[in-house]
């Protein structure tokens, strides 16, 4: 099939790069010249595990092309996925403007049928928006279907997660839409493709016996099973943290809680882990989004707003551990270890880190920080506010505490020893419970953690 794909931020460009790995032709379009410039040549403009080897080898084998035109794009291609970003205004409302504007470009190209499906997170009824927005400025006598394909990937794991869902849904007005849609995802329904980790390469292989659930819904429900699976999972991680600090205040560990809650197969043990809270560029945009909707529909979704509520207090809670910790934060020097919201990403969008550092930088702490791949968007955030430096072991060195915002499998690995010996004295405030409160006193340090 022929794809195009219209945004190539970390939505658009895994989908284009993994839809041409499972063979179809995709032309991925951007408005950023110097974008789509550097994706031509191999240069990928995310930091994202696997991907950059599957753009080269799919650009190479002439499946994935890069354009700033839309009207070559929708010229030769069928479904026209939209995957530009839809940013939080100041009200928490998601801004639609680039949606709109893309459609009425697509709609101006368009001289034959086209199925214009939304991959970006948008609130309910945009899509019947997208559709009166096509109908306005394409030509008349022009057929076309407007549906929803939203996207569940994660940073960090976003090869594997596209081509290996739990689902995958679709909002749909007709057949026609439902069957292209079908078409696109065909392999990953069979399970035909799958990727591997630590090779990062995708596996062709025979279609498997069990088939990745294919959800046929009306667009409404497509659009509101995004915002109403991200919200969930943002109030399970706001539930355990708010556990977190009951725990703190009784005496129990956290973790152990987690566990034993997990356990029952109505809970799952996934996204259970209490630290600083969830951050990135979805949960905070999608938790307001939805919450600002629900109020224009019409429904006050409290829950929601306790929801963002516990997780700023927990950037809150935090920083008053971090002095507990040390008495007086005023001049005294912090190695903070990890600034991307989450690991094996440069993602620094909602960071937990930004709040924390700025809190510490206005006490008049010094901050010393490293992260594996995040050091140069960091830079965006703190410019020459704080120290850069060069791995975990001259972060530590003549630093009064570590903080560990990120948890980096490099850190789990650090040789703690070393670590203590580097430091001014033995503090280590863990924002993300990586290690066991009993190996830490053993090996002198003071160690402070999230509900345990
Ligand atoms: C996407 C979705 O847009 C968002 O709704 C979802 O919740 C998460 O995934 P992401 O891929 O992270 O967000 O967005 P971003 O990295 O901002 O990329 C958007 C891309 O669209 C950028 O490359 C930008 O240059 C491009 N763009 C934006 C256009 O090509 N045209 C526009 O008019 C606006
Ligand atoms: C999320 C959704 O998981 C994905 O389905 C959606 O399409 C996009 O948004 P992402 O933002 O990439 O993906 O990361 P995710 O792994 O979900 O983590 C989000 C935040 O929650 C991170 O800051 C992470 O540290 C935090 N988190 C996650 C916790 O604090 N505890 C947990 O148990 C899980």
Request: proline content about 4%.
């Amino acid at each position: 099939m022929k794809i195009a794909v219209i945004g190539t931020g970390y939505v658009g460009l895994v989908s284009g790069v993994c839809f041409a790995e499972c063979g179809h032709d995709v032309i991925c379009v951007d408005n950023n010249q110097r974008k789509i410039d550097n994706l031509k040549s191999g240069k990928i403009p995310i930091f994202e595990p696997g991907l950059d080897q599957l753009v080269i080898k799919n650009s190479n084998e002439k499946r994935l092309h890069f354009t700033t035109q839309i009207p070559e794009a929708v010229r030769i291609c069928d479904v026209i996925f939209i995957a530009v970003g839809t940013p939080p205004l100041p009200t928490g409302e998601a801004d639609l403007s680039y949606i709109e504007n893309v459609a009425r470009q697509v709609a101006q190209a368009m001289t034959e049928y086209k199925v214009i499906v939304e991959k970006s997170t948008v609130p309910v009824k945009t899509g019947e928006w997208v559709k009166r927005t096509i109908r306005f400025n394409c030509k008349s006598g022009v057929e076309f279907d407007v549906a929803s394909n939203p996207e569940f990937l994660r940073e960090g794991s976003a090869i594997g997660d596209f081509l290996k869902p739990d689902r995958i849904v679709v909002g749909v007005e007709s057949e026609r839409a439902a069957d292209l849609l079908r078409g696109c995802y065909q392999p990953i329904i069979e399970q035909s493709v799958s990727f591997d980790l630590d090779k990062q390469e995708v596996i062709h292989q025979p279609a498997q016996g069990n088939r990745v659930p294919f959800l046929v819904t009306n667009v409404s429900s497509s659009e509101l099973i995004k915002h109403a699976s991200n919200s969930f999972l943002a109030l399970k991680i706001s539930y355990i943290n708010a556990v977190a600090n009951f725990c703190e205040l009784a005496g129990a560990d956290v973790e152990q809680v987690a566990r034993g809650m997990g356990l029952d197969s109505r809970i799952g043990s996934k996204f259970l882990d209490a630290g600083v809270g969830y951050g990135g560029s979805c949960f905070p945009k999608d938790v307001s989004a939805f919450l600002e909707i629900s109020r224009e529909l019409g429904y006050e979704f409290d829950l929601l707003e306790e929801v963002i509520r516990i997780n700023k207090l927990q950037r809150e809670l935090f920083v008053r551990k971090v002095k507990k910790a040390m008495w007086i934060v005023k001049d005294k020097t912090f190695a903070v270890l990890g600034l991307s919201f989450k690991p094996n990403t440069d993602d620094m969008r909602e960071a937990p880190s930004i709040d924390v550092i700025n809190a510490l930088l206005e006490e008049g702490a010094s901050i010393r920080a490293y992260d594996p791949v995040a050091m140069e968007v960091a830079k965006e955030s703190f410019g020459d506010r704080i120290t850069y430096c060069s791995d975990p072991y001259d972060t530590a060195k003549n630093s009064d505490a570590v903080i560990l915002m990120t948890e980096w499998d490099e850190f789990i690995q650090l040789d703690m020893k070393r670590i203590h010996s580097l430091l001014n004295y033995p503090i280590f405030i863990d924002g993300r419970n990586c290690f066991e409160p009993a190996d830490m006193a053993r090996l002198g340090f003071d160690y402070y953690c999230i509900g345990r």
